[in-house]
């Protein structure tokens, strides 16, 4: 199985900064991989599939990138609606993996 | 607008089946694999498996394959989970998502039905 190691777990940040959420996987997933939000009590929503492309719908302040095994998502702007949980999940092998999650917080 | 609603969950004996449901709307759900997520409490996403178009390709997480039995009724527009010797680990949020295609890459979750509760307990 790919393992997906996601950092930091936690994140408090101020309202206007930028933030980044890392995800490694424990092998090439060769952009395979999407982004995901949970606002507490909700189902998560994709924001981003293929490392990079944004899904519809979702802010342009939201950005992912990377390569092989190193991933990032960053976001722009920070605003209070952004408090939530995110996770990473790698598609380019079975079993679909997930990040374990970071949990992002405004200071 | 896409919607997928989940149902069937609540309190189950350990041991015993229950079986969900996911009701698909807003978009040809024929046209579409369709998968499975878990969530225990507070607790991080878990894969469970995928179907299909046309059912004729199931995959499951391995460590599952042997409890649980995905399903579709396309003329219903409807998801199955059927789940089997269900034990306190699989306590839980019960996620349907429709899969979008990644090209080559496979295929992600584009959009999460609200969820649906399982609680394993006696």
């Known amino acids: 199985d790919i393992q997906m190691t996601q950092s930091p777990a936690s994140l408090s940040a101020s309202l206007g900064e930028t933030v980044t959420i890392e995800c490694r996987a424990s092998e090439d997933i060769y952009n395979g991989l999407a982004w995901y939000q949970q606002k507490p009590g909700k189902s998560p929503q994709l924001l981003i599939y293929n490392a990079n492309s944004l899904h519809t719908g979702v802010p342009s302040r939201f950005s992912g990138s990377g390569s092989g095994t190193q991933y990032s998502l960053k976001i722009n702007s920070l605003q209070s609606e952004d408090v939530a949980s995110y996770f990473c999940q790698q598609y380019y092998n079975y079993p679909l993996t997930f990040g374990s999650g970071t949990k992002l917080e405004i200071k | 607008e896409v919607k997928l609603v989940e149902s069937g969950g609540g309190l189950v004996q350990p041991g015993r089946s229950l079986k969900l449901s996911c009701a698909a709307s807003?978009?040809?759900?024929?046209?579409?694999?369709m998968g499975w997520v878990r969530q225990a409490p507070g607790k991080g996403l878990e894969w469970i498996g995928e179907i299909n178009q046309d059912s004729s390709t199931i995959n499951y997480t391995p460590s599952l394959k042997d409890k649980f039995t995905i399903s579709r009724d396309n003329a219903q527009n409807t998801l199955y989970l059927q789940m089997s010797k269900l034990g306190s680990e699989d306590t839980a949020i019960y996620y349907c998502?429709?899969?979008?295609?990644?090209?080559?890459?496979?295929?992600?979750?584009?959009?999460w039905g609200q969820g649906v509760m399982v609680t394993v307990s006696s």
């Open positions: 998502a429709r899969e979008g295609y990644g090209g080559y890459l496979g295929y992600y979750f584009d959009y």
């Open positions: 807003g978009f040809s759900f024929n046209d579409y694999w």
